[in-house]
């Protein structure tokens, strides 16, 4: 028993040991094969405002879309395509009616952000992100990235948006 037990640990040790020194998947640049944030952008709640966009049917939510600095100014600018460093968020919500404010307007005219639904990014690096038209998309419902099948939706459709580096939004005066 005790010998069985030795063997599973030394095995256990082996393998551990043999992924450890296995090199992971690289890109001919060296890095770690990227393919989606796996990590929400640091300060995205303070990026500036582009516009918003209400989907109905099955989504029923209300978004807005935030630029870094960098983004901003290539929107203000009117530049494409956006430069490495380009930040975009997409803050989505239910789109509920609010109570509140209709019984000031004595009838049902408001609609507010409710629950937070996901947040998603799209992060501009030319060399990272080649093969999705150098942008790396980031998808987070509670805190957490969306699987590695679901993020291989992302690209397909925004390629709809080619004429536009691949972002749908326009910039909202
Ligand atoms: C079926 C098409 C479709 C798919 C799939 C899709 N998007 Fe979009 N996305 C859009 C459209 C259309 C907009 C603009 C309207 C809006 O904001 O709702 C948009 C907007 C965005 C924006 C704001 C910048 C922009 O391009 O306007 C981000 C960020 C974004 N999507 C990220 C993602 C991520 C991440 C995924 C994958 C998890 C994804 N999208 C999948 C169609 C799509």
């Known amino acids: 028993m ?4 030795f063997s599973l640990v030394a095995a256990t040790i082996t393998t551990g040991l043999a992924a450890l020194i296995a090199p992971a998947p690289q890109h001919a640049s060296g890095d770690p094969a990227p393919a989606f944030l796996t990590e929400i952008p640091h300060g995205y709640r303070d990026f500036k405002w582009i516009s918003s966009a209400h989907e109905a ?3 029923n939510s209300i978004g807005a879309v935030l630029a870094n600095d960098v983004a901003f100014k290539a929107y203000r600018d009117g530049k494409l395509p956006f430069p490495d460093g380009t930040i975009i968020a997409a803050l989505h919500y239910r789109y509920v009616p609010s109570d509140e404010n209709n019984k000031v307007f004595g009838q049902a005219q408001s609609f507010v ?5 996901n947040i998603q990014f799209m992060v501009k690096d030319s060399v990272k992100y080649a093969a999705t038209g150098g942008w790396g998309f980031g998808h987070f ?7 590695e099948a679901f993020m291989q939706s ?5 390629q709809k948006a080619q004429s536009t580096d691949f972002v749908f939004t326009h910039y909202t005066p």
């Open 57 to 59: 049917g099955n989504l």
């Open 141 to 147: 419902a509670n805190g957490k990235p969306g699987n």
């Open 2 to 5: 005790k010998h069985i037990t």
């Open 113 to 117: 952000p409710g629950a937070p639904t």
């Open 154 to 158: 992302c690209f397909p459709c925004h």
